[in-house]
Nanobody
Framework: QVQLVESGGGVVQAGGSLRVSCAASGGTFSRYRMGWFRQAPGKERAFVGAISWTGDTTYYADTVKGRFTISRDNAKNTVSVQMNSLKPDDTAVYYC?????????????????WGQGTQVTVTS
């Protein structure tokens, strides 16, 4: 059983940057593929990006590609998403998730464990 706790959310102006992190405990972190999702008010939870077990492969949704960067530190059991050039449309609750297996990277059902989420608000 893996527990995930996000941190680093907040309010930022459009064009600004924010780094959101996720700390994992209770499992062997390096055995989990990690994903980031977000959910805006009134919308379904959507894939943001994911990173492989070793950190050498990343995938991003088209909406954030080139602006967001996901990284992980297996020694510290953390995964982060650096968000640059933020837009008001990036406003959402951001969730990290852990998957112990392969499969489709961008599907919610591929992830077994979820954090509680952290709010990111981008003002215009």
């Amino acid at each position: 059983q893996v527990q995930l706790v996000e941190s680093g959310g907040g309010v930022v102006q459009a064009g600004g940057s924010l780094r959101v992190s996720c700390a994992a405990s209770g499992g062997t972190f390096s055995r989990y593929r990690m994903g980031w999702f977000r959910q805006a008010p009134g919308k379904e939870r959507a894939f943001v990006g994911a990173i492989s077990w070793t950190g050498d492969t990343t995938y991003y949704a088209d909406t954030v590609k080139g602006r967001f960067t996901i990284s992980r530190d297996n020694a510290k059991n953390t995964v982060s998403v650096q968000m640059n050039s933020l837009k008001p449309d990036d406003t959402a609750v951001y969730y990290c998730a852990a998957s112990p297996r392969g499969g489709v990277w961008n599907q919610i059902g591929a992830y077994d464990y979820w954090g509680q989420g952290t709010q990111v608000t981008v003002t215009s």
